[in-house]
């Protein structure tokens, strides 16, 4: 047996670290990932499927405890399942599976992670995702022995993933299908962000919450992540995003210039990228991505289920969507071609009220 697995596999937390980087780099905002996960107890392991030279490899080398190359075959899960089938039987309290997909930490890591983990669980992860059907987005996955070591675990993670599986397979098996499998056996989940939780809109309409509510997670519920995809390419073309650099600077000031310098490597500092081009609400049906209603649904998590406001919002967004969808159907009817949703009351009702004294405000 080797003495430095037998280590990991007895690491009191232990970390399996997807990482890839388009330019054969270990990106600064990647090291202070892990550095952080570290300083947070965890044992990380690097797996990496990268073509990187040899001096960025023992940049990563110094930041964790092991790096693992190998080819990009079944994507983040199939490097996390190579992994736990190495490195079994684990002992962790806790292992999680983590990815570079992420800017992080945007302030306390180790805090965050005690505060998600007071609640009693099976497994945790920060944003719950009801797209397709309900499921713990795979960029931290965070299980405890009852979880890893559970039958329902180790059939779906137990075997390698075939090479000639696509990536909508990969998705649909594993990323979500895997909370499904978990609590279908019993095992339970917290998350974070939890849409029927924090939110009436959110609970109908399903969107991205790490997208459009990044602001709010970071500011309001501590969550020290924000997707590189949101600043990059701006799918669902969120309209705050110019303030990131100060939300993220008053918190982790180096971090802030790590992804600065990672958004123009990536030639998108605008933090708009051309991926996904900017469409007019005709072209879109989910009201979040409509810029002229997506404060509504920001609020709608801000203000949460108890104040007078939070109903009068939903009302009023409701009411402004219901004229939309008329609008986007005669539209459709007639041909015409329509730029986003023009409405005065829609910008009107945007504004929020003026907080009362003692009332939290969100940056």
Not at 19 to 32: D, R, S, T
Request: glycine share 6%; charged share 25%; aromatic share 10%.
């Amino acid at each position: 047996m080797d003495e430095q697995d037998d280590t990991i596999r007895r690491a009191r937390r232990l970390c399996f670290f997807a990482h890839y980087h388009p330019h054969g780099i270990a990106a600064e905002h990647v090291l202070i990932y892990l550095r952080a996960l570290a300083a947070a107890g965890f044992t990380v392991v690097v797996l990496s499927t990268a073509t990187m030279p040899e001096e960025e490899r023992a940049k990563l080398r110094a930041a964790c405890a092991m790096l693992i190359m190998r080819d990009n075959v079944g994507l983040d899960f199939g490097g996390w399942i190579e992994a736990f089938r190495r490195f079994s039987p684990i002992t962790s309290e806790m292992l999680l599976f983590a990815n570079d997909s992420v800017y992080a930490p945007v302030g306390d890591l180790a805090g965050f992670i005690d505060r998600l983990t007071a609640t009693p669980a099976d497994f945790y992860g920060v944003v719950e995702s009801l797209e397709i059907t309900p499921h713990l987005q795979s960029w931290f996955l965070l299980f405890r022995p009852s979880a890893y070591t559970s039958p329902a675990f180790l059939d779906l993670l137990g075997t390698p993933i075939p090479p000639t599986m696509s990536k909508t397979e990969i998705i649909a098996r594993y990323e979500v299908g895997l909370t499904g499998t978990l609590v279908a056996a019993g095992l339970r989940f917290h998350a974070a962000y939890r849409p029927e939780r924090d939110g009436v809109i959110s609970a109908e309409r399903h969107f991205n919450a790490g997208h459009l509510l990044w602001r709010r997670l970071i500011t309001r519920a501590r969550v020290p992540f924000l997707k590189i995809e949101l600043l990059r390419d701006n799918p669902m073309r969120v309209t705050d995003l110019a303030a990131w650099p100060q939300v993220v600077g008053r918190r982790a000031p180096a971090l802030r210039d790590a992804i600065a310098d990672d958004l123009r490597r990536r030639r998108a500092s605008s933090g708009v990228g051309t991926k996904h081009p900017w469409r007019t609400t005709l072209d879109q049906p989910n009201p979040a991505f409509w810029p002229e209603l997506q404060a509504f649904l920001r609020r709608d998590y801000h203000q949460g289920r108890k104040r007078l406001w939070h109903r009068v919002n939903n009302a009023i967004y409701r009411r402004l969507r219901d004229r939309a969808d008329r609008v986007r159907d005669e539209a459709r009817r007639r041909g015409w071609q329509l730029p986003p949703l023009i409405a005065t009351a829609a910008s009107a009702a945007a504004t929020p009220p003026a907080a009362s004294p003692g009332s939290a405000s969100a940056e």
